[in-house]
Nanobody, 122 residues
Framework: QVRLVESGGGLVQAGGSLGLSCVAS????????MGWFRQAPGKEREFVAA????????TYADSVKGRFTISRDNAKNTVYLQLNSLKPEDTAVYYC???????????????WGQGTQVTVSS
């Protein structure tokens, strides 16, 4: 059984940057797609970004394209999300996920982390 642990969230001013990390244990990440979702208060969970098992293919939500970057280091069982040019509407709990395909669908991912809070002040 895989365990995903996120870190790196915090409070930042609009226009600032944060780097999130997600370390997987119990199952190697190298055979799986990894991704990030987020959920703001009162809103549904939404797709942010995904990366395939090798790192050769990435997918982003239109709302973060050009500002966020997903990457992975399979040797460290870790996936990263670099958040740049942050906006107040990026405020949410960010969840790391693991699945078979790097799609934008919630149902594609069988493992979820506990989440890390990102708060962007205006």
């Amino acid at each position: 059984q895989v365990r995903l642990v996120e870190s790196g969230g915090g409070l930042v001013q609009a226009g600032g940057s944060l780097g999130l990390s997600c370390v997987a244990s119990g199952r190697t990440v190298s055979h799986y797609a990894m991704g990030w979702f987020r959920q703001a208060p009162g809103k549904e969970r939404e797709f942010v970004a995904a990366i395939n098992w090798s790192g050769s293919s990435t997918t982003y939500a239109d709302s973060v394209k050009g500002r966020f970057t997903i990457s992975r280091d399979n040797a460290k069982n870790t996936v990263y999300l670099q958040l740049n040019s942050l906006k107040p509407e990026d405020t949410a709990v960010y969840y790391c996920v693991q699945g078979i395909s790097g799609s934008a669908a919630v149902r594609s991912y069988s493992a979820w982390g506990q989440g890390t809070q990102v708060t962007v002040s205006s």
